[in-house]
């Protein structure tokens, strides 16, 4: 849900896959710091559902777990970034990374960044809120999405790709969300914390769109990137 620039239907190849994995046995490993048991932990169980959906082999959602939590040698030592800035034509952007290198990371995001711009903390970031976002699929025509989110406390609700909705929540309520949801004829298809732009930027040269778009793809093809957050209409 982060990129939402991303051009939608594509195919996804092998290595599109192990990327995906990559990305979230991260978010499972620093999730797991909290206890190994997505029962006890709603950090972890988030992600967990996410990694199934996903179809993470289980050995590898295993061994994610466990090494997060300490249990494995070598446990994980991953930081949290998050970098601000701007795209070309002054789109802003909000970068998380998770990085077991911060000298390296900071390294790729000012090379990542120079066809852009590199703002300090603060930057953009007022231009966001940060809110849980939650992506779920009616389970048959008479479900209503502004009835769910009412009932289910979440704060606003929108269409999303495919007949599904996102549901927008408070920070603290993203879990109780998520298990209410299913109560009121929808079912959860993903569930994160973000970064949803206040007032996008419209771009209708397809020339300058294009080049924000290759921009935004350059930095997530970075490996330490776990999501982009772009302030750009359409």
Request: hydrophobic share 40%; aromatic share 6%; glycine share 8%.
């Amino acid at each position: 849900m982060g990129a939402q620039w991303k051009a939608r239907h594509k195919e996804v190849a092998a290595n599109a896959k192990g990327k995906i994995f990559g990305k979230l046995a991260k978010e499972i490993m620093v999730a797991a710091k909290g206890g190994a048991d997505p029962s006890l932990n709603s950090r972890l169980r988030l992600v967990v559902e996410q990694a199934k959906k996903a179809s993470m082999p289980k050995d590898t959602l295993d061994r994610a777990i466990k090494k997060g939590a300490g249990l494995l040698d070598g446990g994980a030592q991953l930081e949290r970034l998050v970098y601000e800035g701007f795209a070309p034509h002054r789109v802003p952007v909000i970068v998380e990374c998770l990085s077991d290198n911060v000298n390296r990371t900071k390294s790729s995001m000012n090379v990542l960044f120079r066809k852009g711009q590199l703002g300090a903390e603060g930057s953009v970031s007022w231009d966001f809120s940060y809110v849980g976002m939650i992506e779920a699929t009616p389970n048959s025509q008479e479900s209503d999405a502004e009835i769910a989110a009412i009932e289910a406390g979440a704060q606003d609700f929108e269409p999303s790709e495919e007949g599904a909705s996102l549901f927008i929540t408070d920070v603290t309520d993203l879990d109780a969300v998520c298990k209410a949801l299913p109560n009121h004829g929808f079912t959860v298809v993903s569930a994160q914390l973000g970064y949803r732009p206040k007032n996008p930027v419209t771009i209708s040269n397809d020339a300058e769109r294009e080049e924000v778009e290759a921009f935004l793809e350059a930095i997530d093809a970075d490996d330490d990137v776990q999501n982009v957050y772009v302030g750009l209409a359409g």
